[in-house]
């Protein structure tokens, strides 16, 4: 039997919805629909200080008005943190996290340490050979961070828009953290729990996210040894898109005054005028096989995914 495609939208809730989110949902939703599969919706909002429940009500109101349809959904990550805690639990009786007590002030000199050409900032792994006796005296003093153990490894995926992906993650190094020492989980954990356990296999995203995506599909494997979910073999598809920028070059999710859809809506837009609005600024026009006018959502569902328009790094609209 062919597997189901499941895709999901997940944004969060740090705004009301501008060009950028909607890029992604179109792109989802459109990539699922073409292929009789299945659009979840999760809320990405553990990230307390940033997110607000009237952004996640700003953000259903302005997918329902747009002609979004969810077949399952919302999920709100808030809700969902006993489940990380309990996988956290698992990984560290497995010997695959441990507790990092590095002071920020420590890890702002590691980090900035001069490696040419590097953009990331890598750990030393110096809290990984900490004995329990060290452990014990240094949570006198400080809550920990926890850390996933990396091994040398080459991670390599496919990605449909940007190519063939190969990273090397380095023990110590790459021990990226995965719940932050004030309790926070990290966007990598709960990201690939919720992908895992919502069975989904196909990701689209922008591909700012590249970088991340091999610590992610590292962190998966991981998970396959610790949680006995039928899910845990399936592997993702991933489709990363092009950023959006504005004209100055900015982001349009950082730009002070992108505009949202909430704004256009408020100024008298329709659905139709958003959307046709949209497929000109972005230039999605050489991407639809018809050269019609663009009313709503179904008429996108034409669009050819294969185009060379997704194989870009940016766009600038
Ligand atoms: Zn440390």
Same mark, same amino acid.
């Given at each position: 039997m062919k597997q189901v495609v499941r895709g999901r939208f997940a944004p969060s809730p740090t705004g009301y919805m501008h060009m950028g989110n909607l890029w992604i949902a179109m792109l989802s939703y459109v990539s699922v629909r073409q292929q009789g599969g299945q659009w979840i919706l999760r809320i990405e909002d553990i990230d307390r200080q940033r997110s607000q429940s009237s952004y996640t009500a700003g953000l259903l109101q302005d997918l329902d008005w747009l002609g979004f349809q969810w077949d399952e959904g919302p999920y709100q990550q808030s809700r969902? %943190? @006993?489940l990380y805690e309990s996988v956290l639990q698992q990984l560290e009786a497995h010997n695959l996290v441990y507790p990092c007590y590095c002071s920020r002030a420590r890890l702002h000199n590691v980090s900035s340490a =001069? $490696? &040419?050409g590097e953009k990331r900032h890598p750990y030393d792994g110096h809290c990984r050979e900490l004995s329990l006796a060290e452990r014990d005296q240094l949570a006198k003093n400080k809550k920990p961070s926890y850390r996933l153990k990396v091994e040398d490894t080459r991670v390599q995926f496919l990605d449909a828009w940007q190519g063939l992906q190969t990273k090397n993650l380095k023990a110590g190094y790459d021990d990226f953290v995965i719940r932050r020492a004030d309790g926070m989980w990290a966007y990598n954990l709960a990201v690939v729990i919720d992908d895992l356990v919502m069975g989904v296999t196909e990701v689209v995203r922008g591909c700012d996210l590249l970088d991340?995506?091999? %610590? %992610? !599909?590292? &962190?998966?494997? %991981? #998970?396959?040894?610790?949680?006995h979910q039928?899910? *845990? @073999?399936?592997? !993702? $598809?991933?489709?990363? *898109? =092009?950023? #959006? &920028?504005?004209?100055?070059?900015?982001? &349009?999710?950082?730009?002070q005054h992108s505009v949202t859809i909430k704004d256009l809506r408020e100024s008298g837009y329709t659905p139709a005028m958003v959307w046709s609005y949209f497929v000109e600024q972005v230039g999605l026009g050489k991407a639809l096989s018809e050269r019609r006018r663009v009313h709503s959502l179904s008429d996108l569902l034409t669009l050819d995914l294969n185009s060379s328009l997704f194989k870009q790094e940016i766009i600038y609209m």
């Open positions: 969902r %943190q @006993s =001069p $490696h &040419l991340v995506t091999a %610590q %992610q !599909i590292y &962190l998966r494997n %991981q #998970l396959r040894a610790v949680c039928e899910s *845990a @073999s399936m592997v !993702i $598809h991933y489709k990363q *898109a =092009p950023v #959006l &920028l504005g004209q100055d070059g900015y982001r &349009l999710s950082k730009r």
